[in-house]
C-alpha cells in the first residue's frame, strides 16, 4: 500500500465513478503507453495491478484491460466487478471464452491460463480480494449480480 492508497479506496467508493471508467481506463492506457509500461494509475495508488490481453470473444483482436490484482505464489487473482455495475465488464466474457492470454505485471508479460472460481474457493479468493482492495464488498452490494473471480495462472517456462 502506498500513501495515496486511502485516497484512491474513497475515491473508488463514490457511486458516480463506474460512469468515469471508460476514460479513466483510456487515460490508464494512455499513461502505461507513454512511460513504457513503466507507470499505471494504480501504481500512483499504491495498487497491485496487471495488464490483461485476451483476443476479442467475437473480433478475435487482442484487448488490454489495466486490472487491479492480487498477486500469489504462482498466481494473480482478478476481480469483474466493474465498480459495482450492473453489467459485467467486457473483458470478463473475453477471458471466459478465451481462458488464456498474456498479462504483464510489473513490466514482466507472460501467457496465461485462466480459471473462474467457485464456492469455497472464490469466497477464500474474495476475502484476499477485499483486503487490497476494500471496496470490493460495497461493489458486491451495489449490484444484483455475482462478480466473477478468476485466478489467471502464468504458464511455466514460459518467457
Not at 476514460?23 to 495498487?47: E, F, H, M, P, Y
Not at 482492495?133 to 473471480?149: D, H
Amino acid at each position: 500500500m502506498g500513501l495515496l492508497t486511502p485516497l484512491a479506496v474513497r475515491l473508488g467508493s463514490t457511486s458516480w465513478l463506474p460512469r468515469y471508467l471508460p476514460q479513466i481506463t483510456a487515460i490508464d492506457k494512455t499513461l502505461q503507453r507513454t512511460s513504457g509500461g513503466r507507470l499505471t494509475l494504480l501504481d500512483i495508488a499504491g495498487l497491485p495491478n496487471l495488464m490483461l490481453t485476451v483476443p476479442g470473444r467475437r473480433s478475435g483482436l487482442p484487448r488490454s484491460t489495466p486490472l487491479l490484482c492480487v498477486p500469489r505464489e504462482g498466481s494473480y487473482l482478478v476481480a469483474g466487478s466493474y465498480f459495482g455495475g450492473p453489467v459485467e465488464p467486457a473483458w470478463v466474457g473475453n477471458l471466459e471464452a478465451a481462458g488464456a492470454g498474456r498479462l504483464r505485471f510489473q513490466r514482466r508479460t507472460t501467457p496465461f491460463t485462466s480459471r473462474p472460481l467457485t464456492g469455497a474457493e472464490r469466497s477464500a479468493a474474495w476475502a484476499e480480494l477485499s483486503l487490497v482492495w476494500p471496496n470490493f464488498a460495497l461493489y458486491a452490494r451495489r449490484t444484483q449480480r455475482e462478480i466473477k473471480v478468476f485466478e489467471l495462472t502464468p504458464v511455466s517456462g514460459a518467457a
